[in-house]
């Protein structure tokens, strides 16, 4: 398996099955995550999850996932365990309802161990603003697992878990992925529904799969994708890979705007010359939007999150004070006590941005960047099937090490323009440098997972053997 | 130029109460911020804005009525409620 750790495929749990008891596996899981100290979960359902085991074991669970134990991130919400975000405003919320994909994991059989940590609301990179501590790296321990979908990175690299779920916003599937060592896919825009995802920003967010390996992705995307009328955003069609591109000539191009430091594109230069051995075209490709792509990014993100958030009240669920007060002293009370400061921060951001005065110059032309976005990968993909570029532009951060708000943003450059245009695109590691573990970006037109699966189990085999 | 002042007005739109420490410091955090999204005023080409990447249809479903959460549900994650409602702050002073 490329750069993994500790991490489990689905065929070889599979494997384990076949002798011995799931109940006595899922229990074994359960100790190793009480060991860990990678903090990757906020909940365990343990009691649950083992009950399932049990009824596993007695032949009584069917499904593409039965006794294949899965971690759900925490903002995707899961009738009767508490969904948090993450969030002290959220701490002791319950959903009455499972999120679309929830309810398919269950149909499936699949048998969910837990709530993943993640960033405040999804909002960071590092995992370092969750109200429920900080994620660690499953390579090393003092250093970050990535975000915002931190845990479910770390719990799939630390062989906490056999198959997560993420959520994709600007990058926090794919950046966690890339630096615990894992695949994660964000899919094409409206592929999943977005049923019962607690919302940091509509128009650019998905949930997606994440896996130790290629074909356990793709299983998972099956799954989970496919129609849902209670999203109004859901395309209405479903994924089913076939491996159609298997001896396709694929034209793959290199994102001239989209780099990283040394450490990182090194890597990736090795990895672009494995490509042109196995005898595909590699060529290069410049986007020249992508300069004002993060700019206009955290312009949306932000404008969308300020309206979003607007329903933590502290009334119909959430954090609440003690005692009722006049509505504008209570409701901003129990806002500046249930978020952190990166929420705060967002929500003013895009206050802001969309405050009379501003809106010419920050969100619609946000928007209009993001029309050039588009652009620009229409006429990519007209030369190419694929693009890719290093996932992260850099290693996984040590603990504590990135300080400044903006800094951090930076971070995001190589991954939101996807979000922005509602492209598919999958982190895949390739190996590591120093000990730590890089992610290949591989980029598709809309609804093209069949390719970039397709193109990633080719790659995935060959960065295998090149090691 | 984002001064103490737009951040407390700003504070005050979002619902947000905010200390005189937190204001310096989002003063400070927001200006570079907003210095960096000042990059958007090189964009000169005007083109449509782009609200959603789908181009999608509104699609209806048939009008029939279905199950709803039960009372006890929807009040189950509230502190304050009352005689089956939600009891929310005073609106009016």
């Not at chain 1, 399932?52 to 009738?79: F, H, M, N, W």
């Not at chain 1, 779920?165 to 094409?188: E, H, N, Q």
């Not at chain 1, 060529?283 to 792509?293: D, L």
């Not at chain 2, 109460?17 to 570079?32: G, N, P, V, Y």
Request: aromatic share 10%; net charge negative; with cysteine.
């Amino acid at each position: 398996m490329t750069g993994k750790v500790n991490g489990i495929t689905v065929e070889e749990w599979k494997n384990r099955l076949e002798c011995e008891k799931c109940y006595d596996l899922i229990s074994e899981l359960f100790d190793r995550i009480k060991k860990s100290r990678l903090n990757a979960y906020i909940t365990l359902c343990e009691d649950e999850a083992l009950k399932q085991a049990e009824k596993y074991d007695s032949g009584k669970v069917e499904g593409r996932l039965s006794g294949i134990p899965v971690a759900v991130k925490d903002c995707i919400s899961t009738k009767g365990i508490r969904t948090t975000c993450g969030s002290k405003m959220l701490e002791n919320y319950v959903p009455p309802f499972d999120a679309h994909v929830v309810e398919r994991l269950k149909q499936e059989g699949a048998i969910i161990i837990g709530k993943t940590n993640m960033d405040e609301f999804a909002m960071g990179t590092t995992t370092e603003t969750s109200y429920f501590g900080v994620v660690r790296n499953p390579y090393d321990e003092e250093r970050v697992a990535g975000g915002s979908s931190g845990g479910s990175g770390a719990c799939l690299g630390g062989g906490e878990a056999v198959l997560a779920l993420g959520s994709d916003t600007g990058g926090s599937i794919r950046c966690p992925a890339s630096f615990c060592g894992v695949v994660g896919l964000k899919p094409t825009y409206g592929l999943v529904s977005r049923y019962g995802l607690i919302p940091y920003a509509n128009s650019l967010e998905q949930i997606g799969p994440m896996a130790c390996c290629v074909r356990d992705v793709a299983v998972l995307l099956e799954v989970i994708a496919g129609k849902d009328e209670r999203d109004s955003t859901n395309a209405g069609r479903g994924f089913k890979f076939e491996n159609r591109y298997e001896n396709h000539s694929f034209r793959i191009g290199i994102v001239k705007e989209m780099g990283g430091n040394e450490d990182v594109t090194g890597r990736f230069e090795e990895v672009a010359e494995l490509i042109r051995e196995m005898g595909y075209e590699v060529g290069e490709v410049s986007m020249s939007s992508f300069k004002y792509a993060l700019a206009a990014y955290y312009i949306i993100a932000t404008g969308e999150a300020s309206s979003n958030l607007a329903r933590y009240d502290g009334v119909r669920y959430g954090f609440a004070l003690e005692e009722l007060d006049s509505w504008t002293r209570y409701f901003s009370k129990v806002r500046a006590l249930g978020f952190g400061d990166e929420v705060k921060r967002r929500i003013m951001l895009g206050t802001y941005a969309l405050s009379a005065g501003y809106y010419g110059k920050y969100y619609l032309k946000a928007l209009k960047v993001r029309t050039l976005v588009k652009r620009d990968f229409e006429r990519a993909f007209s030369d190419f099937d694929l693009l890719i570029s290093p996932t992260m532009p850099a290693l996984p951060f040590k603990i504590g090490e990135l300080t400044d708000p903006l800094t951090m943003y930076k971070m995001d450059v190589n991954t939101v323009p996807v979000n922005m245009a509602g492209i598919p695109a999958m982190s895949l590691p390739v190996g590591l440098v120093r000990g730590l573990p890089v992610g290949l970006q591989i980029m598709g037109n809309h609804f093209g997972e069949e390719k970039i699966i397709s193109f990633a189990l080719k790659v995935e085999e060959r960065v295998k053997e090149a090691l | 130029m984002l001064t103490i002042d737009d951040v407390y007005k700003i504070a005050e739109l979002a619902k947000i109460e905010i200390t005189k420490e937190e204001a310096e410091k989002f003063q400070k955090e927001l200006m570079s911020i907003v210095d960096y999204f000042n990059v958007l005023d090189e964009v000169k080409e005007d083109v449509e804005p782009t609200f959603h990447v789908l181009p999608l249809k509104n699609v209806f479903r048939e009008d029939v009525p279905k199950e709803g959460l039960s009372r006890e549900e929807v009040l189950a994650n509230a502190k304050h409620k009352e005689n089956g409602y939600f009891k929310g702050p005073k609106i009016v002073e």
